[in-house]
Antibody, heavy 121, light 109 residues
Framework: QVQLVESGGGVVQPGRSLRLSCAASGFTFSSYGMHWVRQAPGKGLEWVAVISYDGSNKYYADSVKGRFTISRDNSKNTLYLQMNSLRAEDTAVYYC??????????????WGQGTMVTVSS | EIVLTQSPATLSLSPGERATLSCRAS??????LAWYQQKPGQAPRLLIY???NRATGIPARFSGSGSGTDFTLTISSLEPEDFAVYYCQQRSNWPPLYTFGQGTKLEIK
């Protein structure tokens, strides 16, 4: 079945780095744009970044631009989020999500279960 | 940056009642508007895309409407499993940036 599984979360000190991964299965990963979305504890959803199906285009929320890098390896069906210069406000559950199909491509139709990132000294 | 404002913040209703949730954009988003449902401890689930199209497997009691800046999610007759938090989401034309509303919590009265 269609599935996204995130990994790589944990506790990290402010200013340090962390890399998240998202393993995709059950669909043609290389055909779809992919997103990262985060949710701080008890808060709403915040879009983080998107990467096009072939990795040629990447866009970021202002809150992470210059610190986070989204990438993908289509040979491994895996999405990544490299997070540098982490701040306390980056503490959140990080979800990867797949863009929708055809007219639904501006929506996120498949979500992973999320991985928790805690930035604390 | 386009801001999405959802209202009300909390909606208290009983099973069987009709729920009407609103999402207003600070500028026109055409029909690039989606709705999601999130239950505690779970990832969000896509309900509606392109303002009015139900996603695969979503029951017919869920419907979306609107265009431009004003959008509505309607649940015609609430089932116990519908009590959750609902988010709207849009994509700006260029650059393609995405934003969510702050959410509406639908709770049992």
């Amino acid at each position: 079945q269609v599935q996204l599984v995130e990994s790589g979360g944990g506790v990290v000190q402010p200013g340090r780095s962390l890399r998240l991964s998202c393993a995709a299965s059950g669909f043609t990963f290389s055909s779809y744009g992919m997103h990262w979305v985060r949710q701080a504890p008890g808060k709403g959803l915040e879009w983080v970044a998107v990467i096009s199906y072939d990795g040629s285009n990447k866009y970021y929320a202002d809150s992470v631009k210059g610190r986070f890098t989204i990438s993908r390896d289509n040979s491994k069906n895996t999405l990544y989020l490299q997070m540098n210069s982490l701040r306390a406000e980056d503490t959140a559950v990080y979800y990867c999500a797949k863009e929708g199909i055809a007219v639904a491509r501006d929506a996120f139709d498949i979500w992973g279960q999320g991985t928790m990132v805690t930035v604390s000294s | 940056e386009i801001v999405l404002t959802q209202s009300p913040a909390t909606l208290s209703l009983s099973p069987g009642e009709r729920a009407t949730l609103s999402c207003r954009a600070s500028q026109s988003v055409s029909s690039y508007l989606a709705w999601y449902q999130q239950k505690p401890g779970q990832a969000p689930r896509l309900l509606i895309y392109d303002a009015s199209n139900r996603a695969t497997g979503i029951p017919a009691r869920f419907s979306g409407s609107g265009s431009g800046t004003d959008f509505t999610l309607t649940i015609s007759s609430l089932e116990p499993e519908d009590f959750a938090v609902y988010y709207c989401q849009q994509r700006s034309n260029w650059p393609p940036l995405y934003t969510f509303g702050q959410g509406t919590k639908l709770e049992i009265k």
